[in-house]
């Protein structure tokens, strides 16, 4: 069962993916993850990765797509794997879909997380979270018992910079001209499926659920 998740910021691709972890047993793979062990293991692809990273440069997309799919060969990705902020624009999910291809394989479902704007606005916007232990609370019904303190360590709650109303609307902007594409992209390979995200968690769960049984 190979998943990509699409949709905005906010609009709880991560939350649902832990989900979908504990229930089919494959991994959530990102490029921030995968990057990160790279570099700390020292391989020769992270060690290209490291040489633009250095230079303030992003790394090119072809060997953004190298490093994926070296991850997907791992043997954790023998069921599948959920995709999560990958692949980023329109060329990475060409490469994507060419390199699959090449070994016979392909991606079975794009599931489509969609959510207005200002309920993202205002999910995002009002999230705090623990410094230590990075606990999640959010000002509009989930705020710690004490005031900035964290229920589960007692370390500090604080906004980050990345959930400040500005930021907020500056990563939508760039979705839309950045991602929104590949949308259309797998709409149009027939592999896009809509998924409410403005539902209550465990209706959104049970959909996914019913969605994912047809690839199992």
Known sequence: MKIILLGAPGAGKGTHAKLLV????????????IFRANLREGTPLGLQAKAFMDRGELVPDELTVDLVLDRLQAPDCEKGYILDGFPRNLSQAEALTKALNQRGDDIDVA????????????????????????????????????????????????????DREETVLHRLEVYHEQTEPIVAYYRELGKEVVVDAGKPLEEVQAELNGILEAYL
């Open 111 to 162: 599931l489509h997380f969609v959510l207005e704007e200002d309920v993202i606005l205002k999910r995002m916007s009002g999230r705090r979270v623990c410094t230590v232990c990075g606990a999640s609370y959010n000002v509009n019904g989930m705020m710690p018992r004490v005031e900035g303190v964290c229920d589960r360590c007692g370390g500090p709650v604080v906004q980050r910079a990345d």
């Open 22 to 33: 504990d229930k089919y047993g494959i991994p959530h793979i990102s490029t921030g993850d």
